[in-house]
Structures are given as C-alpha cells and as structure tokens.
C-alpha cells in the first residue's frame, strides 16, 4: 500500500475535508496543504449552525467548502470526507452528534453535487478518528506502520491506520464489569466512554468538574485519587484488549483531555495487564490534536481507497 503512495499516486492532487462542528477543508498535495484551509462557519462561537441544517444542507455545504479548497483545480485525484460515527460503504450508517445524517448515502449526494459544479472526482468517506489515524502516520513518516490513536475528548475515539474493513468502536471496548458503570452516552454498560469520556465524568462528580476531580486528587483526596486511577486503569484495559488483538505497537493519545494523563502511571497498569514477551514492544506517545493532521488524514485515506 505504502509503494503506491511514494511511486505515481504521490502528487495527485486530493482534496480533504473534515465535518464536526465545523466543516474543514483543504487541498492537498503530497501530503501537505500548500494553500492552507478553510472553514465553515468561519466565526468561532457559530458552531450550532450545522447541528440545525438537514442532510441535504450539510452536502450543499461540504461541496462550497471542496471547491473553495480546490480554487482553480479541476482534475481532482479524489475528494475525502473525514465524519464522525460509523460509515460503512459511503453510508453514515450512525452519526450521534449529527443525527440528521444517519443513513445518508454521503458518497452519492456529494459526488453528484461536485459533478453539478465542474469536478468530477470519486469521493471517499471515512470515519474521522481513522483519518486522525492516517494523518498522523502521513506526517510521522509510517504510512507503512499500525498506528492507533484514541482521543479523550467529550466522547472516546479510537482510530487506526492502515483503514481496514469492519466496526472499530473501540471508544466503547468494556474495561469493567462492575454494574454500576453505565455513563457512557451510547447506553452501554462498562465501557471506556463511560469512565474516560468528559461528559459521563460530569455525570458521574457532578459537584465537581473533571479539572478539579484531576486536581484534587493530587491533593490526595481519596475519592478523587481513586477515580483516577480508574481512569488510567480503563485506557489500560482498553489498550491492552487492543494489543492482544492486534498485537503491539505504535499508540498515540490526543483530543483535549491528554491533560489529565499521568503516563508512568497509565505505562504501570499497562505492563500489569500485558505479561506475553512478544506483546511488549508497544509504545504509547501523546501527540496534537489538529485541524490540518485530520485533513491530510482524509486525503491519505481517500488515495488508498481510490487511487491505491
Ligand atoms: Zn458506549
């Protein structure tokens, strides 16, 4: 896969865009953006404005953004769109934070639109925590390694590159089977999400939020202390269910709340949950979280599909 990227395919001119709360594009070429991104909405502070567009408003949108990221470029490689939730076969097949878009055939309707406006280009949809993925191993220089990442953000992503076929919801691998543990925002009981995430962590203190949950328990407060060991402990479990699976190597954390990691402390319960000697060269690294990262992300992914 990897040859093909650095032979003919390394120049093709792709265009990456992102859709969360903001719609982010730009063009990419050899794995950089010589011309920068642009956004939708550009104002900081408007990002309500997609959660209330229907279906058929977000692709007219996402289309603004490709050809504005394209400008005078019409022979278009590919077009690679990076959302969240679950896509299966250029369908959003799930989409918690856009649910106006769950069984959207996003590939069709944005292809037809571009086509209506002068580009002619296969487009790709991938999940964003894969292109995360992807994007890392572009500007990491290992687009020929497993890489994995989790984001602790308001919810727990898990992405890994090289794409592969299947479901990866590894935000929601159960890491305990305690019956009580049921704050994860999909309902589930026992998962990551709902230890980790930063919404089921004001569930669960909600006299205090996670900043000062971290905070107190460096002061030594027992309940504090012992929530966050769990914390650690999850990402541990949760980690560790993936290197048996998959075996080791490379693990990235980002998303806003790598603030809170404490990494000899999540190393120690690794190495108590990982005991096979082949299993334990993995290495666990926290990296940025960024708008261009993703973007070249859905690019990569959007070469491999279409041009790999
Ligand atoms: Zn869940």
Same mark, same amino acid.
């Not at 719609?23 to 990419?28: C, D, M, R, S, T």
């Not at 296969?122 to 292109?131: F, L, Q, R, T, Y």
């Not at 980790?196 to 971290?214: A, I, K």
């Given at each position: 896969?990897? =040859?093909? +990227?650095?032979?003919?395919?390394?120049? *093709?001119?792709?265009?990456? @865009?992102?859709?969360?709360?903001?719609?982010? &594009? /730009?063009?990419?070429?050899?794995?950089?953006?010589?011309?920068?991104?642009?956004?939708?909405?550009?104002?900081?502070?408007?990002?309500?404005?997609?959660?209330?567009?229907?279906?058929?408003?977000?692709?007219?949108?996402?289309?603004?953004?490709?050809?504005?990221?394209?400008?005078?470029?019409?022979?278009?490689?590919?077009?690679?769109?990076?959302?969240?939730?679950?896509?299966?076969?250029?369908?959003?097949?799930?989409?918690?934070?856009?649910?106006?878009?769950?069984?959207?055939?996003?590939?069709?309707?944005?292809? =037809?639109? +571009?086509?209506?406006?002068?580009?002619? *280009?296969?487009?790709?949809? @991938?999940?964003?925590?894969?292109?995360?993925? &992807? /994007?890392?191993?572009?500007?990491?220089?290992?687009?020929?390694?497993?890489?994995?990442?989790?984001?602790?953000?308001?919810?727990?992503?898990?992405?890994?590159?090289?794409?592969?076929?299947?479901?990866?919801?590894?935000?929601?691998?159960?890491?305990?089977?305690?019956?009580?543990?049921?704050?994860?925002?999909?309902?589930?009981?026992?998962?990551?999400?709902?230890?980790?995430?930063?919404?089921?962590?004001?569930?669960?203190?909600?006299?205090?939020?996670?900043?000062?949950?971290?905070?107190?328990?460096?002061?030594?407060?027992?309940?504090?202390?012992?929530?966050?060991?769990?914390?650690?402990?999850?990402?541990?479990?949760?980690?560790?269910?993936?290197?048996?699976?998959?075996?080791?190597?490379?693990?990235?954390?980002?998303?806003?709340?790598?603030?809170?990691?404490?990494?000899?402390?999540?190393?120690?319960?690794?190495?108590?949950?990982?005991?096979?000697?082949?299993?334990?060269?993995?290495?666990?690294?926290?990296?940025?979280?960024?708008?261009?990262?993703?973007?070249?992300?859905?690019?990569?992914?959007?070469?491999?599909?279409?041009?790999?």
């Amino acid at each position: 896969m990897s =040859a093909s +990227l650095s032979n003919g395919a390394a120049m *093709a001119k792709i265009v990456g @865009v992102t859709l969360s709360e903001r719609v982010v &594009a /730009g063009l990419v070429v050899d794995h950089k953006l010589p011309e920068g991104l642009s956004s939708f909405p550009e104002e900081a502070g408007d990002e309500y404005a997609l959660v209330e567009m229907p279906a058929e408003g977000i692709v007219e949108v996402l289309c603004q953004q490709v050809l504005a990221a394209a400008g005078a470029v019409r022979d278009l490689a590919a077009v690679g769109v990076g959302v969240p939730g679950l896509v299966r076969n250029g369908v959003i097949e799930e989409a918690p934070n856009l649910p106006q878009m769950k069984g959207a055939r996003l590939t069709e309707m944005l292809a =037809a639109q +571009l086509r209506s406006n002068g580009i002619n *280009a296969p487009v790709s949809i @991938v999940n964003d925590a894969d292109a995360f993925a &992807a /994007g890392i191993a572009a500007l990491h220089g290992k687009l020929d390694t497993v890489i994995r990442v989790w984001t602790l953000g308001v919810g727990i992503g898990y992405g890994r590159y090289p794409l592969t076929a299947g479901v990866w919801e590894g935000g929601h691998t159960v890491v305990t089977l305690d019956d009580k543990e049921n704050y994860c925002g999909c309902g589930g009981r026992g998962h990551l999400e709902g230890i980790m995430g930063h919404r089921s962590m004001r569930l669960r203190f909600l006299d205090m939020e996670p900043e000062e949950v971290f905070e107190a328990a460096k002061t030594g407060d027992t309940r504090c202390l012992d929530f966050k060991k769990l914390w650690h402990k999850a990402l541990a479990a949760a980690t560790a269910t993936s290197i048996h699976l998959r075996g080791p190597g490379k693990f990235f954390l980002a998303g806003f709340n790598v603030r809170f990691v404490d990494m000899p402390m999540l190393k120690d319960y690794l190495q108590q949950m990982v005991k096979m000697s082949p299993l334990q060269s993995y290495s666990i690294e926290i990296v940025q979280d960024d708008q261009e990262t993703r973007v070249i992300g859905t690019a990569v992914s959007a070469e491999q599909e279409v041009c790999g």
